[in-house]
């Protein structure tokens, strides 16, 4: 079997596995835009209190999925090596673990409000997010078990197909909900902006009960998902695994929430040329993060099965999607940054130049930032997180805020925030990658 036969033969299983992970992410990024154009119509306070409330929402649901990715890789290992017996005690310590990290993140989410008080927010402003947070919580149960469990469980057991017509019914159901709770229909009276938490939150609990349904209704996987008691030890491999995975994702989001406190003091051009950039990157981003996702199942499946070498190639053939596919968005928005611009604030607008220039400076940061991805995906594969924790805080905060706060204090405004991002993540991309070839070279042998 020549080269070019052995990578065909890793690119197809990744494409299956990463592409039903990819609608379900961006089904997620549109239910954000859709509440956001809802409340938009409520007036500037409700859309500033209903996006920072799901900004927040979105965060902490981010950190918590990284404990429960370890789910992926310990269930793909096992299905890899044959070892079905032991999938119902992982899939149940995976449930149990979701319901323990629900607790804080409800209790959190519970004191919204005087936190934002403490930190001298405008008190407008943190009572009207605290009310929103407050009925956005009840959605965490199902935010965990739809956009964390499930998606850890189902590509691991070969079922990813599932959530295709899950997230796209979802996505309707959020904006028929927005609208009707928003604006009342019938018997039923309008809420305003909380009713476009209850309809977030309504829509990820019948979404995960949905998957819950069509994942134990099918006879094929019934019997790894059957009832089965936690064991530490399961709990405590998921921890072990998972946790780094959080802390990696907590140091990744704190960057971009730091580089936008700093971008603001710029004042409100800069400021929205940041809030363009980060829609565009957050949008291209689903992409290698479902190859990602997709990489630590294979890599972990292939271990599983003593196949050193198809892991070693399933990683590297992950890494280069990861570039192809956040290369492709980049040179598009290189080519015309102007035209994207004009779709967030029209053709006409005096700063859309400024903003456009923003847009030049991500070319580099998307295609790192898809290869970083990856790597550190086909890394969880192995069980490898502690260390690229360790790369991924001193690449983020040992470099790339540092200098994004000297070149944007230096002159260079929003674009020199973005090269320092860049910079930051195109270190941690090298690193990643070579710590790859040692680990994946380390298997083989």
């Not at 154009?37 to 990284?66: N, P, R």
């Not at 739809?146 to 796209?168: I, Q, T, Y």
Request: include cysteine; charge should be positive; glycine fraction near 14%.
């Amino acid at each position: 079997m020549n080269i070019l036969t052995r990578t065909r033969s890793q690119v197809w299983p990744l494409l299956r596995l990463a592409t039903p992970l990819a609608v379900a992410q961006l089904a997620q990024v549109a239910e954000g835009v859709t509440d956001t154009v809802f409340l938009g119509g409520l007036g500037a306070e409700a859309l500033a209190a209903g996006g920072l409330g799901t900004m927040l929402f979105i965060t902490v649901l981010i950190v918590l999925q990284g404990v429960l990715s370890a789910v992926s890789v310990l269930m793909a290992r096992a299905t890899g090596a044959g070892d079905r017996a032991s999938l119902p005690g992982l899939y149940w310590a995976g449930m149990a673990m979701t319901v323990v990290l629900s607790v804080p993140a409800v209790l959190l989410f519970s004191t919204v409000e005087p936190i934002m008080l403490w930190l001298h927010e405008p008190p407008d402003l943190a009572r009207n997010t605290g009310l929103y947070v407050s009925v956005l919580r009840w959605g965490v149960p199902g935010g965990l078990i739809g956009m964390g469990l499930m998606r850890a469980v189902l590509p691991a057991l070969g079922r990813g197909h599932l959530l295709l017509g899950v997230a796209l019914v979802a996505v309707l159901a959020n904006g028929l909900l927005c609208w009707v709770l928003i604006h009342g229909a019938g018997p039923i009276p309008g809420f305003g902006m909380v009713g476009a938490a209850a309809a977030t939150a309504i829509a990820m609990t019948g979404a995960a009960l949905a998957l819950l349904a069509l994942l134990h209704g099918q006879a094929a996987a019934r019997d790894s998902v059957r009832w089965c008691k936690p064991t530490r030890g399961g709990l405590r491999n998921i921890l072990r695994l998972g946790v780094p995975v959080a802390g990696t994702a907590a140091v990744e989001t704190g960057l971009f929430l730091g580089v936008g406190l700093l971008v603001a003091t710029l004042g409100p051009v800069a400021l929205a040329a940041q809030q363009v950039a980060l829609s565009v990157v957050t949008v291209s981003f689903m992409v290698p993060l479902a190859v990602a996702q997709a990489a630590h199942v294979r890599v972990a499946e292939r271990l599983g099965a003593r196949d050193a070498a198809g892991a070693r190639r399933a990683g590297w053939v992950a890494i280069v999607l990861g570039a192809v596919t956040e290369a492709v968005p980049a040179i598009a928005v290189a080519s015309a940054p102007a035209l994207i611009v004009g779709w967030y604030l029209g053709p006409d607008n005096a700063e859309a130049r400024e903003i456009a220039a923003t847009l030049l400076t991500i070319f580099v940061f998307q295609i790192v930032d898809g290869i970083q991805c990856t790597a550190g995906g086909a890394l969880r594969g192995y069980g490898d997180t502690r260390v690229p924790f360790a790369i991924a805080t001193a690449g983020y905060w040992g470099l790339g805020f540092p200098l994004a706060w000297v070149l944007t204090h230096t002159g260079w405004g929003a674009p020199g925030a973005w090269c320092g991002i860049a910079a930051g993540l195109g270190f941690v991309a090298v690193a990643l990658c070579w710590r790859y070839k040692i680990v994946s070279e380390h298997a083989g042998h």
